[in-house]
């Protein structure tokens, strides 16, 4: 036998998948099989591509083909579900084959050397199967559903096949016990009939794996379960996940990447808080993990969940035609845990010129006195946001990119966020020489500061990405506050989300107001889902007022915020916890102007030294093919045009049929990637941040 042809998808720009030859080393070594890893050679490097067919033919002289070096044998191939979800997000997202399945794999598969896999794959041998019954009698026995949660979880159950259910549960509603007896039934269900499950949770964020890791644990003590995210040691990371891609690891918990995970058993998706940005990767493959989540669903025949206080404007509306299943949630789960009630501050009024409103600075020292704890949310790290000289008008513009170099006080730095520019504070004006130099406005930092001199002897924390940047420090901080170390945490949406703060009875907002102006459509949107999410960390138990007598007083969680537009409809929905009111006005002021969801979109971007090439770029693209029914907007400067020295622009097409747009953009890119042109440039289809 003279060998075999097979196609290989690699981690290249270029378009295609690759033949190479196979000959077997021995007469009766197996053929390769779809699916399976190999190494081969390519250019002058050696690397790691996916078997995806195997033939007897090529399109090329088959004589100048060359040989596989070798197959991975020892890993199991990737199965047929794995790779039909690489090819329609490759095909979606208009990205070539090779550059979605490889860097979605851990390093340790993509090497050279089998060093890391044979460890790994040693490593995961010698690991017992965990033991069953394992210290059961000390686990915190799971609450019984209430009513709500009980049809939640039979209806995710009941159902045979494909379903997305939209769990619409109030903050503190107990989706999380949702989330876990439905797993444990489906499980049993599939162990009941001899068939092994899996089931993928999806969370935001890192920082959220740990508490969710813990309860999940707790409850399926002889389950394996695995955490899959980016900041896992590589060792580890690829052991969890050949634990899923074997079967071995019944549960999976991870972030967004975790959604192109190979997992052969399984039988449920579940994405909490859905809504979350974090689901869009904004990078390399731009995907929605939420939306692959519910193809994936789709695709295997199994229900999805997808969980939050305040769904997606997307899963909003496939709910409300009928797409999505809603379940709802509408009352906290814990024991005489109430909604907090939410209020006001007119700035217009309450002048604060420190940043703290003087009801909110008699909130603050209510809850002080009461040994209550206090979370402040500033949306918006560092000191101040910009340096200004008085004088000459002088301001700290990062000379990289159109923004404002940050200033850092306790780091004695001027930072820009967007190329990572690093700055001395300068002594004196640059342009002038005048040394009285003032910051504008107010980031967390300089709150912190103002809190220690209105009460000294409070426990301030700041948790933001400057106070954290330390491996492990988030979490660190947040085991602080949960132990009551702190009295006043502060912090920017890292502390919105998730945590359930046991004595925290206040929460302050400062400053949300810009987001209302924002030109990007969804700011709203995001900044109620903020608003909602923050104000949702206060009242999770009730704190009784003990001691007076007979009956404790029960005392209601308090969310104020500081806003100059207190009529304002975003903020007449938050004082009533009203989310469905909110996305109806949403929806209506979309259909109105023709956004998302009732308009398909993508988002060509280019990016050069200087601007104009970047534009004529788009330009050309734009006249390259007919486009009719689709809608190719004028090419603009992006919001932000030079980061890191490199213009950048971008161009919006519009279409209000999803197949017509994607019958455009396959063509479309093939065209452009034809023309080799030098220019960088990327497209972005269902972008999120235009
Ligand atoms: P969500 O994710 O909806 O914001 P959580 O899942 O964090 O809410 O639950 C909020 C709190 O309610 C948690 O402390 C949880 O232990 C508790 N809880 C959930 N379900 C029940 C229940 N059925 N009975 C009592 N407490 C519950
Ligand atoms: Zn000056
Ligand atoms: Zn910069």
Request: proline content about 6%; glycine content about 6%.
């Amino acid at each position: 036998m003279s060998g075999r042809i097979i196609k290989i998808a690699l981690d290249s720009p270029l378009d295609m998948e690759f033949d190479y030859r196979w000959q077997p080393a021995a007469a009766d070594d197996p053929d390769p099989v779809v699916g399976q890893l190999a190494l081969v050679p390519f250019g002058r490097r050696e690397v790691v591509g996916v078997v995806t067919a195997v033939g007897d033919a090529s399109d090329y002289d088959a004589a100048k083909l060359r040989d596989v070096i070798a197959l991975r044998t020892q890993l199991a191939p990737l199965p047929p579900a794995w790779m039909a979800l690489c090819r329609f997000a490759a095909d979606y997202y208009q990205r070539p084959l090779g550059e979605v399945m490889l860097p979605c794999l851990p390093k340790g598969l993509r090497n050279e050397s089998t060093v890391a896999l044979d460890r790994a794959l040693k490593k995961l041998a010698k690991v017992a199967p965990t033991a069953a019954g394992q210290a059961a009698a000390d686990l915190p026995a799971a609450p019984t559903l209430n009513p709500g949660q009980q049809a939640a979880v039979d209806a995710i159950t009941a159902a045979e096949g494909f379903a997305a259910n939209l769990l619409f549960g109030v903050t503190g509603s107990g989706k999380t016990e949702v989330y876990l007896h439905a797993a444990e039934a489906v499980i049993d269900r599939e162990r009941a009939q001899g068939r092994s499950a899996q089931v993928l949770i999806l969370v935001p964020e890192i920082n959220l794996t740990p508490q969710l890791e813990g309860s999940v644990r707790g409850r399926f003590p002889h389950l394996q379960v695995v955490t899959l995210h980016s900041q896992l040691a590589e060792g580890e990371r690829l052991r969890h996940w050949i634990a899923a891609h074997q079967g071995d690891a019944a549960i999976v918990l991870g972030t967004r990447l975790s959604v192109l995970a190979a997992m052969p058993a399984l039988k449920l998706i579940i994405v909490d808080e859905e809504h979350d940005p974090s689901y869009k990767q904004q990078e390399g493959l731009r995907y929605s993990a939420r939306d692959l989540a519910v193809w994936r669903a789709r695709q295997l025949d199994i229900p999805v969940v997808l969980g939050s206080a305040t769904p997606s404007i997307e899963s909003w509306q496939h709910a409300s035609n009928g797409r999505y299943r809603r379940l709802d949630l509408t009352q906290r789960a814990a024991a005489h845990a109430q909604l907090p009630r939410v209020g006001l501050i007119d700035m217009e009024v309450n002048k604060a010129p420190d940043g703290l409103s003087p009801p909110l600075v008699t909130a603050l020292r209510a809850r002080l006195e009461r040994g209550e704890q206090s979370l402040l949310f500033l949306n918006r790290r560092g000191y101040a946001p910009v340096m200004h000289c008085d004088a000459c008008g002088w301001i700290s513009n990062c000379r990289r990119c159109t923004a404002f170099m940050v200033l850092h006080k306790p780091e004695r730095r001027l930072r820009c966020h967007h190329c990572s520019l690093e700055l001395r504070i300068p002594q004196s004006c640059p342009t002038c020489g005048n040394v009285d130099l003032q910051p504008l406005g107010r980031g967390t930092q300089r709150v912190e500061e103002h809190l220690q001199v209105l009460f000294p002897e409070a426990r301030v924390l700041r948790i933001d990405a400057d106070s954290t940047r330390r491996k492990g420090s988030a979490q660190a901080a947040f085991d602080a506050v949960h132990r009551g170390e702190v009295d006043i945490l502060l912090g920017t949406q890292m502390v919105a989300k998730g945590h359930d703060f046991q004595r925290l009875t206040l929460v302050g907002v400062i400053n949300p107001d810009t987001a209302l102006f924002s030109q990007d459509y969804r700011a709203g949107e995001r900044l109620f889902a903020q608003l909602m999410q923050v104000a949702g960390r206060a009242g999770r138990v009730a704190i009784t007022a003990g001691g007076e007598g007979g009956e404790a007083a029960e005392r209601r969680a308090e969310v104020l915020v500081q806003t100059r537009y207190p009529q304002h409809p975003l903020y007449r929905a938050l004082l009533a916890h009203d989310y469905p009111g909110f996305a109806q006005a949403t929806l209506d002021e979309r259909l109105s102007a023709n956004l998302p969801p009732f308009m398909f979109q993508a988002l060509l971007r280019a990016e050069a030294r200087q601007l104009q090439p970047a534009l004529d770029f788009l330009q050309a693209a734009r006249d390259l093919m007919p486009c009719e029914g689709i809608t190719i907007n004028d090419p603009v400067p992006m919001t932000i045009t030079r980061v890191a020295g490199v213009e950048r622009a971008q161009m919006l097409v519009e279409c209000a049929s999803r197949a017509q747009l994607q019958a455009f953009l396959k063509p479309w890119v093939a065209a452009l990637r034809e023309q080799k042109s030098r220019l960088r440039w990327s497209l972005e289809v269902d972008p999120v941040d235009i």
